[in-house]
């Protein structure tokens, strides 16, 4: 499965790069229920700061929503480390008068508390941009690339893909539709491949492997299973066009999507994952962007004839 990947979350890369064209009114409604409904941390701040340069109205009106939704994430951010702190200060009073569990916990609670709140306001704020700025987790939102009447468009998606005929509570019932098996796909998958694929541009992608599997042992006497998160990168370096799946819930007018994993590499089985994305090699992109459903052997056909890289793997910071 793809726990995290690194992406490109800049619209106007996919400009340069592939000729596509963004979705304005998807953008626009993204932005706007994730600032109306107070998830706005769903979204990368890479993707956001693409717009604080606007060239049109469209951008404009756009960048004014961000600027409207990071003001208010501020002031929450803001509001939540007077909280803790002034809860931390209470802790702190009650230790040195009559220390209690609750004290102790009230003080852990709040030190961690204002730790993680005081990283999110340094970040919102940071100008400079960083790795982690375009790095996105299931739940969260990022720029797909697919083909409409010829012309390839940029769309916001959700990274967990609601399937045809699905609601909120299928959903919840069944959490790993960010990953789409290769063996499954004409099952589960049925209704979306050959008929609606996609394209994730990843440069690097995180799983969570136990660490006893990692270091190639069994479990000691006692030992209980460690996870650790791994970063997996191509080499050489280079941006991979991760195979994707999509949909859209005309309900919500929800976009989502998955990325399609297959059995790993060696070097990904050796550091103890058995899941992998599929990178496409860019002379199939405009036959995987245009699937025919009447043909499925020739989309497995691109599948197996995948970009094959090295990858190495690291400890995830």
């Known amino acids: 499965m793809c726990y995290s990947a690194q992406i490109w979350s800049e619209f106007r890369t996919f400009e340069r790069e592939f000729g596509a064209v963004m979705n304005i009114h998807q953008y626009v409604r993204l932005f706007w ?15 956001k ?54 004290a102790e916990n009230d003080k852990r609670v709040a030190t961690d508390k204002i730790a993680r709140a005081q990283r999110q306001l340094d970040d919102l704020r940071r100008k400079e941009p960083l790795p ?4 996105i987790f299931p739940g969260q939102y990022a720029p797909v690339m697919i083909a409409r009447e010829g012309k390839r468009e940029i769309v916001p998606m959700r990274y967990q893909c609601r399937l045809p005929g699905w609601n909120e509570i299928m959903e919840r019932k069944y959490p790993g539709t960010y990953n789409a098996r290769r063996d499954n796909l004409e099952k ?74 297959d059995e790993p590499p060696p070097e990904v089985a050796a550091a103890g994952h058995d899941r992998c994305i599929i990178p496409i090699k860019p002379e199939n992109l405009n036959a995987w962007l245009a699937p025919d459903p009447a043909n499925l052997a020739a989309l497995h056909a691109i599948l197996d004839d995948r970009d094959r890289p090295y990858y190495e793997h690291r400890l995830a910071a």
């Open 132 to 135: 982690r700025d375009s790095r």
């Open 49 to 102: 700061d693409a717009f604080a340069n606007p060239r049109n109205d469209a951008e404009r009106e756009i960048a004014a929503i961000v600027a409207e939704g990071d003001a208010e994430e501020a002031h929450a951010l803001e509001a939540e480390l007077f909280n803790q702190k002034t809860r931390l200060t209470n802790a702190e009073r009650a230790l040195q008068s009559k220390p209690t569990k609750k």
């Open 33 to 47: 229920e994730r600032r109306k409904d107070r998830t706005w941390r769903k979204i990368p701040k890479r993707m």
């Open 188 to 261: 589960t998958w049925g209704k979306l491949f050959g008929y609606q694929h996609g394209i994730m541009v990843v440069n690097a992608f995180f799983e969570n492997v136990s660490r006893h599997k990692m270091e190639h042992r069994d479990l000691a006497p006692g030992e209980r299973e460690e996870n650790v998160v791994l970063e997996f990168n191509p080499s050489p370096p280079h941006d991979m066009l991760v195979a994707c799946l999509w949909s859209f819930d005309e309900r919500d007018e929800l976009y989502s999507f998955a990325a399609i994993t």
